[in-house]
């Protein structure tokens, strides 16, 4: 699959309704999907349930396809009967997909020789979400009967103006769902999409010549039956009636199979395509519609409902929407007016988490003019404006923008980096699989991204104590480049960080209020400067040391502030030793740091110097650059 996808394709496994799971329909959706002519650069994303039995023989025939396993469905217990966590899946293959056009597709589609380029064609007009023509694909009588039930009404020729579209053959432009994205992050269902797009005043329309087939293979009528009693029920059940209202539908219920057959004859006939064939097949289309409306019935006569967890959405005057995350990550743009920024990699790199699990993402700018390229694509981030009273460069304004970053958050576990930081694609979800253990804050490992000899010094000098194995469970530090939070733990705290977010302080309020933090291995970050010169990483280690030790001090009575200055000529030496001894330990760079030694020596110098100046004089001046440097341990710690 191409690295910068225009088009990705979500293939939706929903042939477990009534049967056990099975691969036995995706094969050949996945054929006709690689086999597309003309078609521009796209992804193919296959969100499924663990241990699908015949995956493996899929992974190994079609390499370039992503297959998403998804642990942890919510409406899904194992059991055939249901068919909610379908839009789950459709939801997490939808947050792993990187292409500016997301089309969705069901495991029984053949898509058409040119479906994507037809696709990826129909956008180019100014419509949020272009629905295609369904065809149905195996001539066999109760084939048809099932096909008209479901797809009839997207049968060529699609009516002129046609703004409904089914999640079986259907496509958004990324930008529309992102602006949309709280009514989705949990589950995808097309009739609520559409809707909320249209409230935005988006427009949708229908493309004929965007064509899936629809074959279902091993069809009885058995299966059929109790696939339309299931939806019908699952259909009752999402409206989520309650009281009188639920007893009148139930009642009205008893006249929907005249109803629904009265649309379906209606709509073939204007079609004047198959209508033989429906004909043909009215005493079984006949039967799957009763068996339909007695599972709606069903669901209103028991109070059936479909809840999830998450919170309700709420559309808002702008058309904007109010939700709580689960996860909220937060990118400090380091880059000064005039620098460059690596922040349109850090955002890439944080979209394509591997597990699609849906998060914010907050970027707190002091200048938002190297910020507005980045908005149009990235709708569904938060550039929050910042004025920093510090000046660019120093610690203590970074420390500002992380603060505000930070108090913009809702999730709840915040994880903050830097925009000189790209995440591993798991690295959301092992976030918040470490944070199931009782840890305020969890910091992971951080590698070195850019094999040059400057940047390996800077990288030792800085964050080499992070690189991998770093030891699992509790620790007494973490670096604010590769760190989360319990938003619970943070509030106890606010007082600390309201103003000015540095780790240094955060956690040992942290700690003095009883909480714990930790390490974790699994969660990798590399880190990506392209800029390094030896001049301006002097300059950015004398002014973070000296950060560092002005943190220190404030937070140390008089008498502690003079042992460490006291001490500060041992700093380097110490320094030293323990990145060595920890480099050699590991086994893992021992080479690389030997090389870059007498730079590494420099930079602890010019640390060392800064750290002191903190320890006598207060506050940082600020450096030619915004820095990478978060932390580097003091001999005092």
């Known amino acids: 699959m191409p690295a910068d996808p225009v088009l990705s394709v979500i293939v939706a496994v929903v042939s477990d309704t009534v049967l056990a799971p099975s691969t036995d329909h995706l094969h050949e959706c996945l054929q006709s999907l690689v086999q597309q002519e003309s078609a521009p650069p796209f992804e193919v994303i296959v969100p499924h349930l663990p241990r699908l039995p015949g995956i493996a023989e899929l992974r190994s025939a079609f390499p370039q396809v992503r297959f998403l396993e998804i642990h942890d469905l919510r409406r899904y217990d194992g059991r055939p009967g249901n068919r909610e966590h379908h839009n789950e899946l459709r939801a997490r293959g939808i947050m792993a997909a990187r292409g500016k056009i997301v089309a969705l597709i069901e495991d029984h589609g053949v898509a058409d020789s040119h479906w994507c380029a037809r696709m990826v064609e129909a956008h180019t007009e100014p419509v949020a979400a272009v629905g295609g023509a369904i065809e149905n694909g195996v001539d066999r009588l109760l084939n048809w009967a099932v096909y008209f039930c479901d797809f009839g009404r997207y049968q060529n020729p699609l009516r002129s103006g046609e703004t409904a579209a089914s999640d079986a053959n259907v496509s958004y432009k990324r930008g529309a769902l992102e602006s949309i994205r709280p009514v989705w992050r949990e589950v995808f269902h097309e009739g609520a999409i559409n809707q909320a797009l249209q409230m935005r005043g988006e427009r949708l329309s229908a493309s004929p010549g965007v064509i899936v087939f629809q074959n279902r293979l091993h069809l009885d009528i058995g299966t059929a039956l109790k696939e339309r009693w299931v939806w019908g029920k699952s259909y009752g059940a999402g409206r989520n009636l309650t009281g009188v209202s639920r007893l009148v539908w139930a009642g009205l219920s008893l006249a929907l199979p005249a109803l629904i057959l009265l649309r379906l004859t209606a709509t073939m006939f204007g079609k004047k395509r198959n209508f033989g064939r429906y004909c043909q097949a009215f005493p079984l289309t006949a039967l799957l519609v009763i068996a339909w409306s007695l599972g709606e019935m069903a669901a209103y006569l028991t109070g059936a409902s479909i809840r999830y967890d998450a919170p309700d959405v709420a559309v808002s005057g702008k058309g904007g929407f109010d939700v709580k995350p689960r996860l ?78 930070v108090g913009a958050a809702t999730g709840d576990i915040i994880a903050v ?53 770093i030891p699992a469970g509790q620790s007494g530090y973490a670096s604010v480049v590769n760190v989360s939070y319990k938003r619970a733990a943070l509030e106890q705290v606010r007082a600390v960080w309201k103003h000015r977010f540095g780790e240094t302080a955060v956690h ?18 590399r880190q990506y400067r392209d800029d390094v010169t030896f001049r301006a990483s002097m300059r950015e ?86 820095s990478a440097v978060q932390e580097s341990p003091s001999v005092n710690q």
């Not at 610690?395 to 500002?400: I, K, P, V, Y």
């Not at 100046?613 to 506050?619: I, Q, S, V």
């Open 328 to 405: 909220s990550v937060v990118i400090v743009m380091t880059a000064e007016p005039g620098e460059s920024s690596g922040l349109a990699s850090t955002l890439e790199a944080v979209d394509r988490q591997g597990d699609g699990r849906p998060f914010e993402v907050i970027v707190p700018c002091a200048v938002m003019a190297q910020a507005s390229p980045l908005r149009q694509r990235y709708p569904g981030v938060t550039f929050l404006p910042v004025t920093p009273v510090t000046a660019p460069g120093s610690g203590e304004w970074l420390d500002e923008l992380r603060a505000c970053g």
């Open 417 to 469: 980096t830097e925009d000189h930081i790209r995440p591993d694609p798991d690295w959301s979800r092992e976030i918040l699989k470490a944070h199931e253990a009782p840890y305020a804050a969890i910091g992971g490992a951080i590698e070195n991204g850019v094999d040059r000899l400057l940047n390996w010094a800077t990288y030792f000098t800085d964050l080499g104590r992070y690189h991998n194995p």
């Open 508 to 525: 040992a309020a942290l700690m003095a209020y009883g909480e714990k933090l930790a390490l974790s291995p699994a969660i990798v970050v």
């Open 541 to 626: 280690f004398l002014t973070w040391g000296r950060s560092y030790g002005s943190t220190r001090a404030k937070l140390a009575v008089p008498a502690k502030r003079l042992v460490y200055a006291g001490l500060s000529p041992l700093i380097p030496v110490v320094l030293l030793l323990r990145s060595g001894m920890d480099v050699f330990k590991k086994g893992r760079l021992t080479a690389a740091w030997l090389k870059c030694l007498p730079a590494i020596t420099a930079l602890t110098l010019a640390w060392s110097g800064g750290e002191l100046m903190g320890y006598l004089a207060g506050e940082a001046q600020p450096a030619v650059s915004g």
